[in-house]
């Protein structure tokens, strides 16, 4: 990781936001722009022409939409992360562009500082997520409706076994198996993660090392496919993971 300022590309089809984002970009310190985009295939040209650090993302744009352009970057780009700074909020924009591949999420409401940090967080291997995205994150998988009994303390978390269908005691939740192969162990880590636990704080919550907690999470990442934080909290969400694991 380079210590100089993070470069960016602002990719939008609307010319007086993308200028306007642009500007305000100019003026804080450690971020240079690189490149504006109108649409998302100029982004994906950009990105191969410049090397971003960061790419700033619209979701809809003409051509080719932020999400697929996301997923282009990450595939074809590796190096260069992408926040997605859009109007919409909805449940399917954030989810897509998540699972697209982009490390953050930020609403066009959002101040110079939340861009900066988001950007700067990025860079760094963090997710950039807004504080009201976050809190809609962690509500969704708080009310996901393939509830689950809490765990019992083991040994050796093992799979889960799917619940028998015959007669669940009244008013207990009933217990449904995990997917991808998880176990109960990284299934926990998995929900602290979504609830946007750092390594440090689930090593604390679980009683664990934080070595122990990164074999954990290295060992979901590989058996989910997902490629980074922000996507383990959509794959969570998807799959109904939550703290009740």
């Known amino acids: 990781m380079t210590g100089g300022p993070i470069r960016v590309v602002v990719a939008d089809d609307q010319t007086v936001v993308r200028e306007g984002i642009v500007m305000l970009l100019g003026l804080l310190p450690g971020i240079t722009v690189v490149g504006s985009a109108a649409d998302g ?14 790419v700033l993302m619209d979701l809809r744009m003409p051509r080719c939409d932020g999400v697929e352009a996301t997923r282009r970057v990450r595939a ?33 409401d959002a101040g110079a500082e939340e861009i900066a940090r988001a950007v700067a967080d990025v860079r760094s291997g963090a997710a950039g997520l807004s504080p009201q995205v ?23 978390p093992g799979p889960m076994v799917a619940a028998a269908p015959a007669k669940p005691e009244a008013g207990r939740p009933v217990r449904v198996a995990l997917p991808d192969g ?3 162990r990284e299934a926990e880590v ?7 636990l750092s390594n440090a704080e689930i090593a604390e919550r679980l009683f664990v090392s934080p070595a122990t907690v990164k074999t954990h999470i290295n060992n979901l990442f590989a058996k989910t496919a997902v490629r980074d934080r922000a996507q383990a909290v959509a794959y969570a969400f998807k799959h109904g993971i939550s703290e009740s694991w």
Request: hydrophobic residues 45%.
């Open 182 to 184: 998880l176990t109960q």
């Open 190 to 196: 998995l929900a602290l993660i979504a609830s946007g």
């Open 76 to 108: 074809e780009h590796p190096g260069t992360e992408v926040v997605v700074l859009t109007t919409y909020a909805d449940d399917d924009s954030l989810f897509s562009a998540l699972q697209a591949g982009a490390r953050g999420f930020l609403t066009k």
């Open 41 to 54: 295939e100029e982004a994906v040209r950009l990105v191969a022409e410049h090397a971003p650090d960061v």
């Open 134 to 156: 976050q809190l809609r994150l962690l509500e969704r998988l708080s009310g996901a409706p393939a509830a689950a009994e809490p765990a019992q303390p083991v040994a050796e």
